[in-house]
């Protein structure tokens, strides 16, 4: 079976501190795709990142990066000096081979001035 | 830019009512999607649809129904609404192609619904 989990349900910091957002996946496919999305209080879900079971490279996008890492079915995402714009809820999602992803229940996180 | 278009941000409906939600893509997507979205429940997968008068039941399709005649356009129907189906409703598209479908998917920004 496929899942998504995302234990943390919410994280509050200060701002400027580096937060990381957990996500664990499961699934037998061998190649699979991995997402992260925001969803700030307008409500509207923002992509912000695929990634291929294929490609284990961090990826670094100004303050966000992810950290992809097959041997513990993990794809953790950092946010480096967080800003009150970051904001949100986060959800990790996992593709499945029917047009469908696999969500996690998402990490509502706060940043406070 | 692209683009999902939910027809309304708001809605009121009283129980009982036949209510339509309606969702327009212009990215000539395949695959059309309507999630809820619950506090602690995360999204839930009611319909999807890969393509013209295709549709798949998702996760929890009772008391829902959904319309595709244009590839375009994707409808939920709430055939007599209820209390317990107030929720943010989202609508998604995404490629279909095989060699496509892990694109992940354009969402629109919602349609809150309350059913009194």
């Known amino acids: 079976a496929q899942k998504v989990t995302q234990a943390q349900t919410e994280i509050s910091v200060v701002e400027k501190e580096d937060v990381t957002l957990d996500c664990v996946y499961e699934?037998?496919?061998?190649?699979?795709?991995l997402f992260w999305y925001k969803q700030p209080p307008s409500g509207e879900l923002v992509f912000l990142i695929r990634?291929?079971?294929?490609d284990e490279q961090n990826e670094i996008s100004g303050r966000y990066s992810w950290n992809f890492q097959k041997s513990t079915s993990s794809f953790n995402f950092t946010i480096t000096a967080s800003q009150v714009v970051d904001s949100a809820v986060y959800f990790c999602?996992?593709?499945?081979?029917?047009?469908?992803?696999?969500w996690g229940a998402g990490t509502k996180l706060i940043i406070k001035p | 830019d692209v683009k999902v278009t939910q027809s309304s941000r708001y809605l009121v409906k009283r129980t009982g009512e036949k209510v339509f939600l309606e969702c327009v893509q212009d990215?000539?997507?395949?695959?059309m999607f309507w999630y809820r979205q619950d506090p602690g429940l995360g999204l839930r997968l009611i319909y999807f649809?890969?393509?013209?008068?295709?549709?798949e039941k998702g996760d929890i399709p009772e008391g829902y129904s959904v319309s595709r005649e244009k590839k375009e356009r994707f409808s939920l129907i709430l055939e007599s609404a209820s209390t317990n189906q107030t929720s943010m409703y989202l609508c998604?598209?995404?490629?279909?192609?095989?060699?496509?479908?892990?694109?992940?998917?354009?969402f629109g920004s919602g349609t809150r619904l309350t059913v009194v």
């Open positions: 699934t037998r496919d061998t190649t699979y795709y």
């Open positions: 990215m000539d997507h395949e695959n």
């Open positions: 998604a598209s995404s490629p279909g192609t095989p060699h496509h479908y892990n694109y992940g998917y354009t």
């Open positions: 999602a996992l593709s499945s081979s029917n047009y469908q992803l696999i």
């Open positions: 990634r291929n079971s294929f």
């Open positions: 649809s890969y393509d013209v008068k295709m549709k």
